[in-house]
């Protein structure tokens, strides 16, 4: 695993064997990054990653000038591993958070320019991530929701949808707030 571009472009990052993350592939974070790139500066940005794993797109967004980073993951061994790695890498623009992600989402009274998420393929519910960011106010007025998922559902008639992307088996759902 690899910061695609930015500041730290080229860095390897070694997760521990004990995670249990699926890190988003380097091709396909290639690729979102160059779609992005066409849609916002990312200088500054507030970004929300929920399900954040190894913290790999995270990493990418601070690398790349947010100006904040929120990972949020629930699992207490990837939260620690995403708060030494970003401080290792001098990231001071990342904030792990500790928490479940459908709550965070409830709760947040924050809102961001861009959403992540990157829930397990197999976690029953995940869509749910899209109606709440999209009702509860969390994305900016022109932010985007990205959408991880394993494509085995079709979310273009979903409000707000403008695109999908899809990279071998890495699916993604591009969505905008009007």
Do not use: C, W
């Amino acid at each position: 695993m690899r910061i695609i571009g930015g500041t730290h472009k080229g860095r390897q990052i070694h997760p521990p064997r004990n995670l249990r993350a699926r890190p988003t592939t380097d091709f396909a974070k290639e690729n979102l990054f160059n779609v992005l790139g066409n849609l916002v500066d990312f200088e500054g940005l507030d970004v929300l990653d929920l399900f954040a794993g190894t913290g790999s797109i995270s990493y990418e967004f601070a690398s790349r000038g947010a100006g904040s980073v929120t990972s949020v993951e629930i699992n207490a061994v990837h939260y620690n591993f995403i708060r030494k790695t970003a401080s290792e890498l001098g990231f001071g623009n990342v904030y792990p958070v500790k928490a479940n992600a459908f709550l965070y989402l409830k709760t947040s009274k924050k809102q961001y320019d861009i959403i992540f998420s990157d829930a397990p393929y197999d976690l029953e519910g995940a869509q749910e991530v899209i109606g709440l960011t999209m009702s509860n106010g969390l994305l900016k007025e022109g932010g985007l929701l990205i959408f991880e998922h394993s494509g085995s559902t079709d979310f273009s008639a979903y409000p707000g949808h403008m695109q999908s992307r899809n990279y071998g088996s890495v699916h993604f759902d591009i969505f905008r707030m009007a």
